[in-house]
């Protein structure tokens, strides 16, 4: 018999990591404990483990103040075995449970989702991010997409390449941007503290870059952004460009930067705590990623939370993040040129948009727009409208 009050949320991890899916998992749990708090929430987590202390101690946490809410981990599993570990306990707990609805935030996990509709009839919604949902050529994740309840997109452009690659019905793929932490993003003066650490004058021009440096990831635009830098400092002689972020294209990155004979005026980073990150987003004076595959781009909201001029890519959920334009610049992220350009006028305080230049109302757009209450309103509306959970 199916728990007519259950929902079983699949998830890669949300407390070892804190990508961007990682992130939108974690605001959407909250948001459905808001939204259902009597419902019962149990949280299959693939990649995180009871083991980790910070796991632990923030899902006894969670627990404490949500007593509805359940976690389970099979992150302790060796990697080799985890995936087959992972599907079979969600499996399992979906055959015994019988939730009234699976909520999956990776579209991987929709395999065994299709599997127990067939076998028990439990619908299932799926998250689609970016580069996960875009040129999908695997004929049974196809279908395990194409027999979803719902489909929520965190972007336009994330829906419309799934409608125009996957033929899917459109009334079934809907938009829940991705949301940000208000509170935590701020716009303060330049860290003393960092302003050392990086040998920077208060100032100083500084461009900032906050990504994973992935050598699957080289469409972040960091790249573009390098070779832009000599047209740059030709205009701005003083500019410094920090990137932040670890990861394993840093070597190639770093004999580009040789080859481009910029040492002196790039820094990278690496790993930055989470209790750092808003400090360096208030260390600069443009916020740039000028990508070509970002499915949304959490670091916009959270740079322009700061109250920081933004350059995004014009072929990605950049397009989303900065709505079309309004709330920064969009560029050919192909075109080092243009990306010099944009920022030397960023910069000199030359750039055609005067909203880049205020601070306060760079924030309360974004906070407007994909704050956390909106995202709420969001869900909310997207539940009445394809599920009415029964209590």
Known sequence: MRNTSAVHLWMPDIFEFKGGIQVY????????????PHCQ????LKHDSLGDGIAKRTAHATMAAH????????GQWNPALRTPAFATAIAAAGLIQRPNLILSTHINFTKVAYWLKQIAGIPYWAIAHGVDAWSIEDPNLQKSLSHADLILAVSS???????????????KVVVLPNTFDVDRFQIATKSDHLL???QLKPDQPIILTVARLDGS??????DRILQAMPKIRQHIPDVHYLIVGKGSDRYRIEQLIQTLDIEDCVTLAGFVADEELANHYNLCDVFAMPSKGEGFGIVYLEALACGKPTVGGNQDGAIDALCGGKLGILVDPDNVKEIAMA??????????HPLIYHPTALRQGVIDTYGFQQFQKTLEVIWQTHHRLKH
């Open 25 to 36: 998992s974690a605001f959407l749990l909250e948001a459905m404990q808001a939204m259902l």
């Open 41 to 44: 929430h149990d949280v299959f």
């Open 67 to 74: 007593p509805h809410t359940s976690f389970h981990f099979s």
């Open 157 to 171: 452009y994330t829906r419309n390449r799934l409608l125009q690659e996957q033929n899917l019905n459109p009334e």
């Open 196 to 198: 050392q650490r990086y």
């Open 217 to 222: 990831e080289q469409y972040k635009g960091y």
């Open 343 to 352: 920022l030397i006028q960023t910069l000199t305080r030359t750039y055609s």
